[in-house]
């Protein structure tokens, strides 16, 4: 095949093949008499397989496999996928302690106080708990109080006390400090309660999503290294 050739199979420029044959993604090339590059069934398939692997691993990590794999180095090809099974799976874990720790909070949770900021003391007594446990939970992220400009004493604002209010009943649940920094974020990400729920749908339709990419990019190099072997 010319380039034009395989570039019109895949629906891209004559140019675009040329930069991934130069960048490794593809095997080595034979060129005519006459300087064309020839393209076999060879390359058809490692460039299906680059195209599948970076919906799930994105441009750079995609290209990288290809050059490992071309070189040889399917050990470092294989870690390279390993990777991205592995940090697919911390952030799908992610994503259901969120869901779980938004589905532990009871429907009762105090309305944050409007107007005037409370002080440590007063939200520390308006939550059951020592003032030195708010200061921990400033420490780790789950609260930010603004500080006093004169005093510099901590103020703790509405939205700050709803965050107080969440990780008072998510520790109660049994939730680790990180645990509770992890969803106090996702909630302030998604702007809410109701937004974090749609968020959390959102998220696992691209963790679905991924999963499926890296699957559909793993069963094209499985074809690649297949005919590499048979070559």
Do not use: K
Not at 8 to 29: K, V
Not at 64 to 89: K, P, Q, W
Not at 128 to 156: C, F, N
């Amino acid at each position: 095949m010319r380039p034009i050739d395989l570039a019109r199979e895949h629906g891209l420029s004559a140019q675009a093949i040329r930069n991934y044959d130069d960048a490794g993604i593809l095997p080595p090339t034979e060129r005519s008499e006459s300087g064309y590059r020839r393209y076999t069934p060879l390359h058809a398939q490692a460039l299906r397989a680059f195209l599948a692997l970076r919906g799930g691993h994105g441009h750079q990590q995609a290209m990288a496999i290809m050059r490992a794999t071309n070189r040889g180095d399917t050990e470092s090809a294989y870690r390279f996928i390993d990777a991205a099974h592995v940090a697919l799976l911390a952030e799908r874990n992610t994503r259901t302690e969120v869901a779980t720790a938004l589905g532990a909070l009871s429907a009762s949770t105090p309305i944050p106080v409007n107007g005037r900021s409370l002080t440590v003391g007063e939200l520390a007594r308006r939550l059951g708990v020592h003032p030195a446990t708010l200061r921990t939970w400033e420490t780790e992220g789950i609260l930010r109080p603004e500080r006093d400009r004169a005093t510099g004493y901590r103020e703790y604002g509405p939205d700050c006390v709803r965050d107080a209010e969440i990780a008072r009943q998510l520790r109660r649940g049994g939730y680790l400090l990180r645990q509770v920094a992890q969803f106090i974020e996702s909630l302030r990400a998604a702007g809410g309660a109701d937004a974090l729920s749609v968020f959390l749908d959102s998220w696992q339709d691209r963790l679905t999503m991924r999963s499926r990419n890296l699957l559909a990019g793993a069963a094209q190099l499985d074809a690649y290294l297949t005919l590499l072997d048979q070559t």
